[in-house]
C-alpha cells in the first residue's frame, strides 16, 4: 500500500524536480521551478507521466527542503505537478514557497480537494476521475486535454461550471496532436473564448 505520507504536509513523494519554462497554457513561456510529486489514480490511458503513478516509487521529502531548492533557481515561481498534486495536503508547501517570495502555481485533474494557497491554479478534468465537487470554482485556467471529438462536449461542461474570468484552453493530446490539432484549430476560430495550447516545451526538447 501507500506510503504513511502525513497528513500535515511536511513529507511529499518526490518524484523530481526541475528548473524549465513552463510549457504549456496562460504561463507558457516563463521560466519556473517544477516539483513532479508521485501517486496518482485517475488512470489516463494517455497520461506522458505514467512512471509518476506509483507514490511508493517515489521517496518522502520534506517540504522545507523543496523550497530550499526552489530558492537557487532565479525564477520565483514554482508549478506544483504530478502524478496527482492533490492527493496530498499541500498547505505547509504553499506556505513555505509564498514565505520566501516564491509564486505558487499548479497543476490538477481536479480530482481531489483543494488544498495549499495558489497564485495559479491549472484544472484540467479527466473523464476517468471527475473533478471533485467545488473545486472548478478555484480555476484560474481550464485546459482540457484533446483525444478524440466528444472532448470538446466534456470542454464545454467544464467551462459551464469555472468562474467568469478562467482563461479556456484546449490542448491536443500529444499522440493524436497531427490529426486534433487541425481540429482544434476549427473550434477556436469558430467558439473564440476558447484558445489553444500546445506542449512547447516537447516541441523545444527541453523538460
Ligand atoms: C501529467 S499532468 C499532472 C497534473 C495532474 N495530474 C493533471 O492531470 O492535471 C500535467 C498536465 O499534462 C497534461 N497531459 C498529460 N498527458 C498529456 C498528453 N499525452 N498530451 C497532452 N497533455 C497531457 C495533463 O492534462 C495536465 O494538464
Ligand atoms: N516545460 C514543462 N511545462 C509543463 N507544464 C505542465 C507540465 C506538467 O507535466 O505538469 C509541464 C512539463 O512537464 N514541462
Ligand atoms: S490525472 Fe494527470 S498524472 Fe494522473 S493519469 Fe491523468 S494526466 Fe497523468
Ligand atoms: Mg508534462
Not at 521529502?61 to 504530478?82: F, Q
Not at 495549499?116 to 471527475?130: A, R
Not at 486535454?145 to 474570468?165: G, L, Y
Amino acid at each position: 500500500m501507500a506510503h504513511q505520507v502525513p497528513d500535515d504536509g511536511t513529507l511529499l513523494p518526490l518524484m523530481e524536480e526541475f528548473y524549465t519554462i513552463q510549457g504549456e497554457g496562460f504561463n507558457t513561456g516563463k521560466a519556473a521551478y517544477f516539483i513532479r510529486l508521485g501517486g496518482c489514480d485517475v488512470g489516463c490511458h494517455w497520461c506522458d507521466v505514467k512512471e509518476s503513478w506509483d507514490a511508493e516509487l517515489h521517496p518522502l521529502t520534506a517540504a522545507d527542503k523543496i523550497v530550499e531548492n526552489a530558492l537557487k533557481y532565479p525564477s520565483r515561481a514554482v508549478v506544483v505537478t504530478g502524478g496527482e498534486p492533490l492527493l496530498y495536503n499541500l498547505d505547509y508547501l504553499t506556505s513555505g514557497l509564498r514565505e520566501n517570495g516564491i509564486k505558487t502555481f499548479i497543476e490538477t485533474s481536479g480530482a481531489y480537494p483543494m488544498s495549499g494557497q495558489w497564485d495559479w491554479v491549472c484544472l484540467s478534468p479527466k473523464k476517468f476521475k471527475k473533478p471533485a465537487a467545488g473545486i472548478a470554482q478555484h480555476a484560474d485556467e481550464l485546459k482540457v486535454i484533446i483525444f478524440n471529438k466528444s472532448d470538446f462536449a466534456w470542454a464545454e461542461e467544464h467551462a459551464a461550471m469555472v468562474s467568469a474570468q478562467c482563461k479556456l484552453y484546449l490542448q491536443p493530446e500529444w499522440s493524436k496532436a497531427k490529426e486534433m490539432t487541425p481540429l482544434i484549430v476549427d473550434y477556436v476560430m469558430n467558439n473564440p473564448k476558447w484558445e489553444i495550447s500546445l506542449q512547447t516545451h516537447k516541441y523545444l526538447n527541453i523538460p
